[in-house]
């Protein structure tokens, strides 16, 4: 933790730097009021990603999916494992729209347990969903340019695929709509059917 404030005041000054990395206890403990970062990698004893928090278009993926989100995201000896992001933008005519989104990934896979609320304009979704995924991961190969190659990869895990070809949503617990929301509650089979 000390090496990590070290390198993100390492451009502020070369002596707030070598006093935070200092092997001085009394440093070692002392106390930042406030540190504005862009973002802020925590680190194993060997280097790997343990967490990052990041601002907006910062965080692992370049900005995920293409978004610009900003939160937090957890690994699992570097391997990501699930985490806490938002977003929130504006279109040309005005409309807003954003979401937030916590979830928990499976070892060595995705996520299996999502929280999620998404605003667009007067509609809004709010949800908990529970997935299953393959154990050892595979499933999410994608290959692009052969059709053929990606079913010969898919075949085995057809068991675990949703109608929608990935995963199967188990249950989903949530509410939706605009000024009227409905609440629903579904418990899937293992080809995310109801």
């Known amino acids: 933790m000390v090496a990590a ?38 680190i194993e004893d060997d280097g790997q990603l343990a967490m990052v928090i990041g601002k907006t278009s910062s965080l692992p993926g370049g900005g995920r999916n293409g978004g610009d989100i900003s939160g937090i995201i957890f690994f699992h000896r570097g391997k990501e494992a699930g985490g806490l992001i938002t977003s929130r933008s504006t279109d040309a005519d005005g409309k807003e729209s954003g979401y937030v989104h916590l979830s928990f990934d499976q070892l060595k896979s995705n996520q299996t ?16 969903r529970i997935i299953d995924r393959a154990t050892d991961g595979n499933y999410n190969v994608i290959v692009q340019n052969d059709e053929t190659e990606r079913q010969a990869i898919l075949k085995p895990y057809l ?22 929301r409905v609440a629903m509650l579904e418990l899937k089979d293992s080809r995310s059917r109801p």
């Open 5 to 42: 404030a070290a390198a993100v005041l390492g451009g502020l000054s070369g002596n707030a730097a070598n006093l935070l990395s200092s092997d001085d206890p009394k440093l070692a403990s002392a106390t930042i009021d406030e540190l504005n970062v862009k973002r802020l990698n925590v």
């Open 113 to 128: 347990v999502t929280l999620n609320t998404t605003s667009e304009g007067d509609f809004v979704r709010t949800s908990l």
């Open 159 to 180: 068991a675990y695929l949703g109608q929608i070809g990935f995963f199967a949503e188990r249950i989903y617990l949530g509410s939706e709509g605009n000024a009227g």
